[in-house]
Structure formats: structure tokens, C-alpha cells
């Protein structure tokens, strides 16, 4: 059974961010079905994740840029919380034992809340700003 179940309510309806949102739970999936067989999570998937995390955001700073976003400074300071508390328990990892449940707990409900929270309101404003955008252009060709 997996950590987080894939489900619509992850879906923020822009293709690219969707498809890299599906592949961080499944990541996260892998450490925790390794985790349950006993192993403690790799080092090496924590620098996976770093990678992956850093081109996501990345991507998805792009996406708002692009639209202009009006929350983008807030929604890059949660990317960068992130980060930091990533490298803070990678770092802690190399020194400890038992970092993989504190791992697992924090990404998991740090991914869920983000994707269906910070990242589903820009969703909502990638949705609303095109509904405008074609609503714009009905009404003009409509005069």
C-alpha cells in the first residue's frame, strides 16, 4: 500500500506540473515500500529528490513567471522551505539513524499539502486566467 495514493485531487490540470507531481509521489512511494521491507531509505534517493524537486520547482517557477502570478514570491519561499529542510535532514541522515520515518512523515505531508493546497490555488488561477483569455476574445469578436 503506498504512502500517498495517487489520486484527481492532485491534478492541477497543466499537463508538465501534473506529470512531475505523479512522479514525486511515486518516488516517495518507492522510499516508503523499501522502508516497510525494512531498509532505511538511501542516501541516494534523497539526492534524487533534491534533483528532481530543484528541476520541479524550477518548471513550475516558470509556468508563474509566465502567467504572472501574483502569489509567485510565496509560493517560491514554500520551494525554497522545502529545500532547505530536505538538505537539513539529508545532512542528518549522514549522522543518525531512524531519518528515514522522519523523512517519509515530512514528505509526505509536505507534498499532499502543497499540491493540493499552494499549488492546486495556482491552478485555479491558470484555469481562471484562461477562461478570461477566451471569454476576452468571444466578447471582442462578438462586438
Given at each position: 500500500m503506498?504512502?500517498?495514493?495517487w489520486?484527481?485531487?492532485?491534478l492541477?490540470?497543466?499537463h508538465?506540473?501534473?506529470q512531475h507531481?505523479?512522479h514525486?509521489v511515486?518516488?516517495i512511494?518507492k522510499?516508503?515500500?523499501q522502508f516497510?521491507c525494512?531498509?532505511?531509505?538511501?542516501p541516494?534517493?534523497v539526492?534524487?529528490?533534491?534533483?528532481?524537486?530543484?528541476?520541479?520547482f524550477a518548471?513550475?517557477e516558470g509556468?508563474?513567471?509566465e502567467?504572472?502570478?501574483p502569489?509567485?514570491?510565496e509560493?517560491k519561499e514554500?520551494?525554497k522551505l522545502?529545500n532547505?529542510?530536505?538538505?537539513?535532514?539529508?545532512n542528518?541522515?549522514?549522522?543518525?539513524?531512524?531519518?528515514?520515518?522522519?523523512?517519509?512523515?515530512?514528505?509526505?505531508?509536505w507534498?499532499?499539502?502543497?499540491?493540493?493546497?499552494t499549488?492546486?490555488e495556482?491552478?485555479r488561477?491558470?484555469?481562471l486566467?484562461?477562461i478570461?483569455?477566451r471569454?476576452?476574445r468571444i466578447?471582442?469578436?462578438?462586438?
Amino acid at each position: 500500500m503506498p504512502i500517498i495514493e495517487w489520486n484527481v485531487s492532485y491534478l492541477l490540470g497543466i499537463h508538465e506540473i501534473d506529470q512531475h507531481h505523479e512522479h514525486l509521489v511515486q518516488l516517495i512511494n518507492k522510499a516508503y515500500d523499501q522502508f516497510r521491507c525494512g531498509a532505511d531509505i538511501e542516501p541516494s534517493f534523497v539526492d534524487e529528490l533534491v534533483d528532481y524537486a530543484g528541476m520541479h520547482f524550477a518548471c513550475e517557477e516558470g509556468w508563474m513567471t509566465e502567467s504572472s502570478y501574483p502569489k509567485f514570491v510565496e509560493h517560491k519561499e514554500e520551494h525554497k522551505l522545502f529545500n532547505c529542510r530536505i538538505l537539513e535532514l539529508q545532512n542528518k541522515s549522514k549522522t543518525s539513524s531512524g531519518i528515514s520515518v522522519e523523512l517519509l512523515w515530512f514528505l509526505c505531508n509536505w507534498v499532499t499539502h502543497h499540491m493540493r493546497e499552494t499549488d492546486a490555488e495556482f491552478g485555479r488561477y491558470v484555469d481562471l486566467r484562461n477562461i478570461r483569455k477566451r471569454t476576452g476574445r468571444i466578447q471582442a469578436s462578438n462586438r
